[in-house]
């Protein structure tokens, strides 16, 4: 059954307006979440149409679409290609990824995701998987730790913050988490700093930024010729892999040029610039505030 606060989409026309829909294609939105965007997406199809909707959170079955051209797959984008010849696909015209984290794992409180209530250390957006963040907390060294936080949160301090954590090893519950590093944060921006200790920590534990390289690098074998690669990033982490990869083939923007000096890119940008959403769209989600949404098109298929 249809959970309609699950997750509000970012960025919803944009993104179903870029992927320039046929009716008789193949999509696959491999961020499925509460199916917001793939609800758009089935809209535009006609009765040959097929879309896959792919998420690692088994709670997102729960909004499966109930139409024979839709097929819900239980996993992680990181195996796209694998999904895809799975399926028996022999291609796409459109592949859909909304990164961001949905309002339902915020809600869920006790899979751990805020630091705005007590709950257990976790973090997982796959259940059945074995690391959580409680298992980082308390394993890694105290120099791996302030890595993690440096280079996915960007704070400044991560050597202090990890030094404070392992200070108060065991850890078991966010509000333990919280309580290690709020004297070190400044009172003024303190949510902006927790918030990027738990975002690196969510980061770390689901291996997010290999995962999205994989699905960039994999878009080039499964999309067909003219196919759309339409990304919703969040944070500067994503968006410069996507911006890169996106402008030049490769996450690392290393271009390619022919005997001319024209970059030599596998994709065309669809939009020059990167799409925001309007004023209206923050007001009625603030969670869509740093959205961007990038676009491209598969100029020849590999």
């Given at each position: 059954m249809e959970n309609p606060v699950y997750h509000i989409p970012a960025l919803l026309n944009e993104s179903i307006e870029g992927l320039?829909?046929?009716?008789?294609?193949?999509?696959?939105?491999?961020?499925?979440?509460?199916g917001g965007h793939s609800?758009?997406?089935?809209?535009?199809?006609?009765?040959?149409?097929?879309?896959?909707?792919?998420?690692?959170?088994?709670?997102?079955?729960?909004?499966?679409?109930?139409?024979?051209?839709?097929?819900?797959?239980?996993?992680?984008?990181?195996?796209?290609k694998n999904f895809v010849r799975y399926y028996g696909i022999s291609g796409v015209d459109g592949i859909l990824a909304d990164l961001g984290v949905s309002f339902h794992h915020f809600d869920s409180v006790e899979r751990g995701f805020?630091?705005?209530?007590?709950?257990?250390?976790?973090?997982?957006?796959?259940?059945?998987?074995?690391?959580?963040?409680?298992?980082?907390?308390?394993?890694?060294?105290?120099?791996?730790?302030?890595?993690?936080?440096?280079?996915?949160?960007?704070?400044?301090?991560?050597?202090?913050?990890?030094?404070?954590?392992?200070?108060?090893r065991p850890l078991s519950t966010t509000g333990e988490l919280v309580a290690a590093v709020r004297p070190l944060l400044k009172a003024s921006q303190e949510k902006k700093e927790l918030s990027m200790v738990f975002q690196a920590l969510r980061i770390e534990v689901n291996g997010e930024l290999d995962a999205l390289r994989k699905?960039?690098?994999?878009?080039?074998?499964?999309?067909?010729?003219?196919?759309?690669?339409?990304?919703?990033?969040?944070?500067?982490?994503?968006?410069?892999?996507?911006?890169?990869?996106?402008?030049?083939?490769?996450?690392?923007?290393?271009?390619?040029?022919?005997?001319?000096?024209?970059?030599?890119?596998?994709?065309?940008?669809?939009?020059n610039k990167v799409i925001a959403p309007d004023a209206e769209e923050v007001e009625r989600n603030p969670r869509s505030r740093s959205a961007k949404l990038r676009v491209a098109e598969l100029i020849n298929g590999n």
């Open positions: 320039a829909i046929k009716p008789d294609g193949t999509y696959v939105d491999v961020t499925f979440g509460g609800r758009a997406i089935m809209s535009h199809l006609g009765p040959h149409g097929r879309l896959v909707g792919m998420d690692q959170d088994a709670d997102a079955l729960a909004n499966s679409l109930n139409d024979p051209r839709f097929t819900f797959a239980h996993g992680n984008f990181a195996y796209l805020t630091f705005r209530a007590d709950a257990p250390l976790d973090m997982r957006m796959n259940r059945s998987a074995a690391f959580s963040a409680r298992d980082l907390l308390n394993t890694y060294s105290e120099e791996r730790l302030a890595d993690v936080l440096y280079l996915y949160g960007e704070l400044r301090q991560s050597r202090r913050l990890a030094s404070a954590i392992v200070k108060s699905l960039l690098s994999q878009s080039l074998e499964v999309l067909n010729p003219g196919g759309r690669l339409a990304i919703i990033t969040y944070h500067s982490l994503e968006d410069r892999l996507v911006k890169n990869f996106m402008r030049t083939g490769n996450v690392e923007g290393k271009q390619e040029k022919d005997f001319y000096g024209r970059v030599n890119s596998p994709l065309r940008l669809v939009n």
